[in-house]
């Protein structure tokens, strides 16, 4: 099938890259020349596990296409995803001009039938938003011929392990409509997508406007775990109970499951944080509100300060004279995404308070770089504290405590011997709880996790 992906970001270059894996005609549009240039002499401009093996291949073998000509693209495909972005408004809403904009070409250079699906995560109702652009510029034109179907395909792809999810999903949920021209989407849709269905059933088909809703309930309810787990595990660390047993012994209930029960020091990305303030301010339009969801947002940034307070009440106010090995950067392990990262909270409490600090992430360190001169832009005294280094261990020469903030698998299993030898002081603020309270203090290394201070209350 000729398949169009307008935007290369993270969920575009994914979604067009797996799909020419599976035989389709892909053509991606990107309106900025320099990224197309990138993933035209075989770069890639993400972070994603398997991703340019997709697009090298596809690329060589011409499936896989890119461009910065609309009109070429609209020609293209007979299926024209959407999949750029939506950040987040002022006011916390989506904000839609990217996705508009998108329909608005389409409308402008299309001729005959187009199946336009809204890959991007948006709110109920954008569907008709699309559609109602789409048929003003087929209006203007005095287009009769065309016609169209606007579809809701969300994603649920997990940055890190994108084209597994997208290859082998738990789940296609598609809104369409139910009208003859509708019908005649759903067909196609169900075309494209009949590859992953050949082991089970795994496409859920449903109205447009409860695809669209589905999407944020997904991530809002996840980000609901998470913040639920964080406040639990700071009440335990008040009433000296480990909050890994309290985590295996609830996960142990089929009702409950294990997934997205680990205690940290917050969620960040550009999904869960953008999309649950999304959701909020779907509800203010209708004059409800999202109690839990606006709770959900205030814990979690909350978490984000917790790992800086146990650091200050360890080490007092004033940090100056105090240096730092902190271990991860990026929101979440396998991804150079800095959005929303609770490193970027961390570095700011303890840089103000005098602190110097070496860092280190196994991917991330180009983008921390970029977004972290963005952050101090105005503080360069701050950002001169900062020292990059290659190695992990480098970090810890001489540092007063050891600080880890992302469960990159590379930091699971360190030399302890080493490390206690580098550190001044065998001192571990672990934002991620990736080590056994019982070893560290068998090891000798005075250890602060999240929710895991029984040992230091039973002393």
Known sequence: MKITIIGTGYVGLVTGACLAELGNDVLCLDLDANKVAILNNGGIPIHEPGLDVIVAANRANGRLKFTTDVAASVAHGDIQFIAVGTPPDEDGSADLQYVLAAAKNIGKYMQGFKVVIDKSTVPVGTAEKVSKVIAAELSQRNAKECSFSVVS??????????????????????????????????????????PFNRNRERTYWMDVRSAEFTKYAANAMLATRISFMNELANLADCVGVDIEAVRHGIGSDPRIGHSFLYAGCGYGGSCFPKDVQALERTAREYDQDLLILRAVESVNDNQKQVL??????????????????????AFKPNTDDMRAASSRVLLRELL??????????????????RVLALDFADQPEQLARITYVSNPMDATNKADALLIVTEWKAYRSPDFSQLKSQLKNPIIFDGRNLFDPQDMTDLGIEYHGIGRSVLTQAK
Request: charge should be negative.
């Open 308 to 329: 800086g307070k146990k650091i200050i009440a360890r080490f007092g106010e004033n940090l100056a004279g105090h240096h730092f090995a902190l271990w991860g950067l």
């Open 352 to 369: 103000s308070r005098g602190a110097t600090i070496s860092v280190h992430d196994p991917v991330a360190m180009d983008e921390a770089r």
């Open 153 to 194: 395909n969300p994603e649920f792809l997990k940055e890190g392990a994108a084209v597994e999810d997208f290859m082998r999903p738990d789940r296609i949920v598609i809104g369409s409509d139910n009208d003859a021209v509708g019908l005649h989407a759903k067909a196609l849709v169900k075309q494209l997508y009949t």
